[in-house]
C-alpha cells in the first residue's frame, strides 16, 4: 500500500450532528443538571493555570469547606469521578503492608477494599445495614488499621450510616476516618471538623446537579501529618495529594507548578454548582431533601410498594431503595418507565441486584413534582408490565 495515503476514511456517524434527549434523571446519578450550571460549562477555555482560574479554584474550595462544614485548608476537588476521589484517599493514607478496615454495607464498600487490597490489606466488617459504636470498636482494636471507611450514603442499599462518634473512637486507636459521601453530602447532615473526619469526598454529579467529572475532597490536618511523613510516594502520581496541594494552592507555598491540566470548564460547572447549594444554604438543602424523601416514602406505601431500609432515620434521603415489588420483572418495569416516561431510575447494584429498584432524587431533581410524577410512572408501569401468577 501507498504509505502516504490513509486506510482509515473518515467515519460517516461524525459527519451527522450530534443529538441528546432530555430525560429524567431520577435514578442514582448522575442526576439532572439546571440550565444555569450547564451554562456556566460553555464559558471559554482559558489556561489552568491562568490567575483567573486559580481564582475559581479558591472560591470551589470555599465552596467545598462549607458544603462539608470544614476549616481544612487541604480542600480541593479531583479531576475525576468519585472514583478517582476514592483512591486519591486510600491511596495517599495508605502505604504498602498497612491495613484498611471497611464497614461494608453494600458495594461501595466492597469497592474500597478492592482499592485498599491493591496497596495494603483490607479488613471487612461483615456486612449489614450498618455498625454500632460497639461494633466499630471491637473491629478497630482488633484489627489496629491505619484508616477506617465508611460509605456514609450507600447508594446501593439506600442506607445512611450515622457519623456521630466514629470518629471519636477511630482517634482513640490512632486510626484516620474516611468517609464517603458521594450520594449523600448536601441532601444530608454531615459535620466534617465536628465528626472529626480525617478525609471526605464526593461527586459533582449527584446533589449538586453538575456534570460528572470532578470530586471535591478535603483532608484534615491529622490526614495530612500522616501523608506528609510517609516513608513510601504513593503508587500513583495522578493522585498524589502533595501535588494536587500544590496546584491547589493549599501547600502554602508561593507558586504553583504544572501537574496535570485542570478541567477548567468542568471547575466552572462545579463552581455554579456550589453557588446554587450557597444561595439556598445547606440547612435548607437537608431539609428540603428529608421532607421530599418523607413525602416520596408516604407515597410508595399508599401504594402498596415497601421500602428496602426499614428503619427511617436509616434512609438515606438522596436515593431511595423500594423492595423490588413481588411477581415482577424489575428490569421491565425499568426500562417501561424509560421508554413510555423518558424517566430513568434504576435497579440494585452489587450485593442489592435483582432485590430493590432506586429511585434518586437530588438536588434541583429533589422535588413534591418530582415525587409525583416518579409515582405515576411506577404506577403505571405495575398496571402495564408482566405479572406472574406465583
Ligand atoms: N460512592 C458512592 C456512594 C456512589 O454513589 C458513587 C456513584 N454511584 C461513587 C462512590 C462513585 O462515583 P463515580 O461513579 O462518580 O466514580
Not at 441486584?353 to 409515582?375: A, F, H, P, Q
Request: hydrophobic residues 40%.
Amino acid at each position: 500500500g501507498n504509505m502516504s495515503s490513509i486506510s482509515v476514511p473518515p467515519p460517516k456517524c461524525l459527519q451527522k450532528p450530534l443529538t441528546v434527549p432530555y430525560r429524567h434523571m431520577f435514578g442514582p446519578g448522575p442526576s439532572n443538571v439546571p440550565s444555569r450550571i450547564l451554562e456556566a460549562g460553555a464559558n471559554p477555555v482559558i489556561g489552568h493555570m491562568h490567575p483567573e482560574i486559580f481564582e475559581i479554584m479558591n472560591d470551589i474550595k470555599s465552596g467545598i469547606q462549607y458544603m462539608f462544614q470544614t476549616q481544612n485548608k487541604m480542600t480541593l476537588a479531583v479531576s475525576g469521578t468519585g472514583h478517582s476521589a476514592m483512591e486519591c484517599a486510600i491511596f495517599n493514607a495508605v502505604e504498602p503492608g498497612e491495613s484498611v478496615l471497611v464497614a461494608v454495607n453494600g458495594i461501595w464498600g466492597e469497592r474500597a477494599a478492592e482499592m485498599a487490597e491493591r496497596i495494603g490489606k483490607a479488613h471487612l466488617a461483615p456486612p449489614g445495614g450498618c455498625f454500632t459504636i460497639e461494633e466499630m470498636e471491637k473491629a478497630l482494636s482488633k484489627h489496629r488499621p491505619t484508616l477506617l471507611f465508611v460509605a456514609h450514603g450507600e447508594s446501593s442499599t439506600g442506607v445512611l450510616h450515622p457519623l456521630d462518634g466514629i470518629g471519636q473512637l477511630c482517634h482513640k486507636y490512632n486510626c484516620l476516618f474516611l468517609v464517603d459521601s458521594v450520594a449523600s453530602i448536601g441532601g444530608a447532615p454531615v459535620y466534617m471538623d465536628q465528626q472529626e473526619i480525617d478525609i471526605l469526598y464526593t461527586g459533582s454529579q449527584k446533589v449538586l446537579n453538575a456534570p460528572p467529572g470532578t470530586a471535591p475532597i478535603s483532608f484534615s490536618e491529622r490526614a495530612c501529618q500522616k501523608i506528609f511523613s510517609r516513608r513510601t510516594k504513593p503508587v500513583s502520581f495522578y493522585l498524589d495529594l502533595s501535588w494536587l496541594a500544590n496546584y491547589w494552592g493549599c501547600d502554602g507555598k508561593p507558586s504553583r507548578v504544572y501537574h496535570h491540566t485542570g478541567p477548567v470548564t468542568a471547575f466552572y460547572s462545579l463552581r455554579e454548582s456550589l453557588s446554587v447549594l450557597v444561595e439556598e444554604g445547606l440547612e435548607n438543602s437537608w431539609e428540603r431533601h428529608l421532607k421530599v424523601a418523607e413525602y416520596f416514602h408516604a407515597g410508595l406505601e399508599s401504594m402498596g410498594l415497601k421500602l428496602f431500609v426499614k428503619e427511617k432515620r436509616l434512609r438515606l434521603p438522596t436515593v431511595t431503595t423500594i423492595v423490588a415489588p413481588y411477581g415482577y420483572d424489575w428490569k421491565e418495569i425499568t426500562s417501561y418507565i424509560m421508554k413510555t416516561h423518558n424517566l430513568e431510575i434504576s435497579g440494585g447494584l452489587g450485593p442489592s441486584v435483582g432485590l430493590v429498584l432506586r429511585v434518586g432524587l437530588m438536588g434541583c431533581n429533589s422535588s413534591r413534582e418530582n415525587v409525583d410524577m416518579v409515582l405515576a410512572a411506577l404506577k403505571d408501569a405495575l398496571k402495564h408490565c408482566h405479572k406472574s401468577k406465583v
